[in-house]
């Protein structure tokens, strides 16, 4: 049974910066993608990162391209979300989610299609 479980959240000024972390478990091999949503208050839950674990996919939505940062460490089995220049929009809780994907390096983004989810771990951003 896969177990995720985050950490790293925090309040911060916008413009700040802030490092998320998911320590994963229960992994069998590297056939999964995994991905960081967050849900503001009343807002649709939304995915602001993805990769495959096995390599040669990564994703971001527009949203967050070019100022949030996903990464894996193997040997920590810990999968990071680097978050820089945070505006109030980043607001909200963010959660890691996993799937496992045997079929392709392609992940998909819906957040249906994850079958494992952490906790969240709560990101304010203050203007």
């Known amino acids: 049974q896969v177990q995720l479980v985050e950490s790293g959240g925090g309040s911060v000024q916008a413009g700040g910066s802030l490092r998320l972390s998911c320590a994963a478990s229960g992994y069998s091999d590297s056939r999964y993608c995994m991905g960081w949503f967050r849900q503001a208050p009343g807002k649709e839950r939304e995915g602001v990162a993805f990769?495959?674990?096995?390599?040669?996919?990564?994703n971001y939505p527009d949203s967050v391209k070019g100022r949030f940062t996903v990464s894996q460490d193997n040997a920590k089995s810990t999968l990071y979300l680097q978050m820089n220049s945070l505006n109030f929009e980043d607001t909200g809780m963010y959660y890691c989610a996993a799937y496992r994907n045997t079929l392709s390096r392609q992940c998909q983004t819906p957040r249906w299609r994850y079958s494992y989810w952490g906790q969240g771990t709560q990101v304010t951003v203050s203007s």
């Open positions: 990769i495959y674990l096995g390599g040669g996919y990564i």
